[in-house]
């Protein structure tokens, strides 16, 4: 591990909103008196009936409640939409750059207020009203962002599905939330390729049933397939509805949105996040963390199908009164400079991605990014997965120019904005860790037991009490909330990864600790793929690991066992993969497939893991204790395919 320290440049310590001392002072207050400090946070937003309470929160077993300004209405979109009109109403608050180079717009605060407030009324007009599920199938267009703050000014509740998932997992969580309306596009456009957007739509419905409403938004103008009564043109939506929409005053406590997140067991859960406590946490860590003025540019490269989108390219910066650019294509088309183009093109101060993109543009070479300038370039901020030292050097000296501090901010779905991150003006760095904890964030490392370790150690992270911005419940399934996250350390909350704290107090998250793969920055459940994969009529048993991967961080290591009679093959492999990404996308598909006779075994039948896990990574040596499975020789036996393979 680095151990490099870079130490905040003075002119940042002097211009930040928060500097060392102050990060002291503050963090020191916000864990002694966390009313007192988010009573006078929480005022950051507009309130239509302001608060007098603050924090309401029980982690206890068996009564999980977490309730934030309880008392507290306000409405979401007024936040983010209309109180910058007066003071910003020309001011760009969407800067949107296309797939190609040549599309981009310009969207001011007062547009936007009439695209949301056209699309509220429109919304309406199909009968949505306060407490409906609102699926979003849509590309990186503005749209998108109309679209979630439509559902927010009528109390609608969104789910926004990523455009790279199947019609099947869009049909899972459409029904998962019981959604009546999909607003959705004919195609999408990605690094010059279309995506069905509106045929997957049409596909999940088949299976989902209960929609009866079919927003369409026009991006290729292709001929798509159209069901009449249920399918509205977005574009005659819009310009019939009236732009004047009142929004409706929500409770602090009101669901704001669900999305579906990858766990380690079963289906993807429904995420809930509620209205006030969110918005104050998103809009206070944007602020904060990328230290935000009035005037910068702010870009994070994030599709809005993901919880960064929705945090920091859309709720954050608006309620911020930002200028937020989206982006619609993918960092090599046409060329791997397309970033550092957008840079420069916008003059982009604030750069937010994730280290997958980082480590495949480095593997491209440096010079796609000195041909651009970048010197409107002040910060960069990584998200999504532990970034590799080399990958932080490479982005803070190529990239950055060894000018630009680099903020890398851990958090999750779960926990709504950032947790545990430098603010650029107060923490000095140390590449490869996210550094400290966010005012109010009181993290923890446990071992198996439970057991508080304290000073430099490793163990589990968990988080000892809450913050404004923590999911509420899974959708519909509280039980399983509590079972998730406060069953296995009671009384704190556990996020599923493992982190190194070293001696000066610094958090280095070291990856999941449970099921969950991630690839390229995406979360995705082994049990999800492996599901998938014996669905298929040649496979008997399936085992998914991850694997380390230079570009993606992990890839995903399949383990098949095939029907017997069923020869395994290099065309079975293809068409497994291809199985696979129709069934979940394409963010699922295997990278390697294990053609395995066997599968290690405890006496009891679990598959165990630990040691597929080993294998995958050619640890052939660690494997531990072997002695407790049922037929210790498939283990010799899965390692003489992994070498043979090679
Ligand atoms: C925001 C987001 C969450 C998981 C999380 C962890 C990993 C995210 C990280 C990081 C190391 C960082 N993760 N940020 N690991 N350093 N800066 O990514 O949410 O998709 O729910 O993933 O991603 O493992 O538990 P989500």
């Keep these: ?374 010197e409107s370039l002040r910060l960069l901020g990584s998200v999504g997965e532990p970034i590799n030292p080399e990958a932080w050097e490479w982005y803070y000296r190529v990239v950055g120019d060894s000018r630009c501090p680099i903020v890398d901010t851990w958090w999750q779905t779960e926990t709504g904005g950032i947790l545990i991150t430098p603010l650029p003006g107060a923490t000095d760095l140390k590449p490869g860790s996210a550094t400290k904890p966010f005012f109010g964030v009181r993290p923890e490392l446990v071992d198996a037991e439970g057991k508080v370790l304290e000073g430099a150690a490793e163990g589990n992270l968990v988080i000892a009490d809450s913050w404004p911005g923590q999911m509420r419940t899974v959708y519909g399934d509280h039980k399983r909330f509590e079972e998730t996250y406060f069953s296995t350390y009671p009384n704190k909350y556990f996020t599923g990864d493992g982190c190194r704290r070293d001696a000066d107090g610094y958090y280095w998250i070291t990856g999941r600790v449970d099921d969950v793969i991630n690839v390229s920055g995406h979360r995705m459940g082994t049990a999800e793929v492996e599901s998938s994969l014996v669905a298929h009529e040649k496979v008997s048993e399936a085992a998914v690991v991850g694997y380390p991967h230079d570009i993606k961080g992990q890839g995903i290591y399949a383990y098949v066992t095939l029907m017997s009679g069923v020869e395994g093959d290099d065309a079975l492999r293809k068409e497994l993969i291809a199985w696979v990404r129709k069934d979940i996308g394409p963010i699922a598909a295997p990278d390697l497939i294990q053609f395995a006779p066997g599968l290690p075994k405890t006496r009891s039948g679990k598959i165990m893991r630990r040691i597929l896990r080993k294998i995958a990574e050619d640890e052939f040596g660690a494997l531990g204790d072997t002695s407790t499975l049922a037929d210790p020789g498939v283990v010799d036996d899965l390692i003489d395919h992994r070498q043979n393979k090679k």
């Design 1 to 374: 591990m680095s151990e490099k320290l870079h130490t905040v440049p003075a002119e940042w310590a002097k211009r930040a909103h928060v500097d060392a001392a102050k990060y002291d002072a503050d963090y020191a207050r916000s864990i002694q008196d966390p009313d007192g400090f988010w009573g006078e946070v929480g005022k950051r937003v507009d309130w239509i009936t302001p608060y007098t309470k603050v924090k309401n929160v029980s982690y206890a077993p068996g009564n999980v409640s977490i309730k934030w300004y309880e008392d507290g209405a306000l409405n979401v979109s007024a936040n983010c939409v209309d109180r910058h009109l007066a003071t910003r109403g020309d001011q760009v608050a969407i800067l949107w750059e296309g797939d190609d180079p040549k599309d981009s717009k310009a969207i001011t605060y007062r547009e936007l207020h009439e695209q949301v407030g056209r699309l509220a009324n429109a919304l309406k007009s199909r009968g949505v009203k306060k407490g409906d599920r609102v699926t979003i199938y849509l590309p990186m267009i503005p749209e998108a962002a109309y679209a979630m703050l439509a559902c927010a000014r009528i109390g609608a509740v969104h789910s926004i599905v990523f455009g790279g998932f199947s019609p099947d997992s869009l049909a899972g969580r459409i029904e998962g939330c019981e959604s009546k309306v999909v607003i959705t596009a004919d195609e999408g456009l990605r690094g010059g390729r279309k995506v069905p957007l509106k045929a997957n739509t049409d596909a999940a419905i088949a299976k989902a049933g209960g929609v009866d409403t079919v927003f369409v938004v026009t991006r290729t103008g292709a001929d798509v397939a159209w069901t009449e009564g249920r399918d509205v043109r977005y574009e005659d939506a819009v310009a019939e509805a009236s732009p004047d929409c009142e929004p409706e005053a929500m409770n602090a406590e009101d669901p704001l949105f669900i999305l579906y997140t990858s766990g380690s067991t079963g289906k993807p859960k429904g995420v809930l996040h509620t209205t006030g406590g969110y918005l104050v946490y998103a809009s206070y860590t944007h602020q904060l963390i990328f230290d935000y003025h009035d005037g910068d540019i702010y870009w994070c490269t994030a599709d809005v199908g993901w919880v960064t989108g929705h945090s920091y390219i859309v709720y954050g910066p608006l309620a911020n009164g930002a200028t937020t650019l989206m982006f619609e294509g993918v960092p090599n088309y046409p060329s791997s400079s397309r970033f550092w183009e957008v840079v420069d093109k916008h003059k982009v101060n604030i750069f937010y991605t994730a280290p997958t993109a980082i480590r495949a543009l480095m593997s491209g070479g440096e010079e796609a990014v000195k041909k651009t300038s970048r």
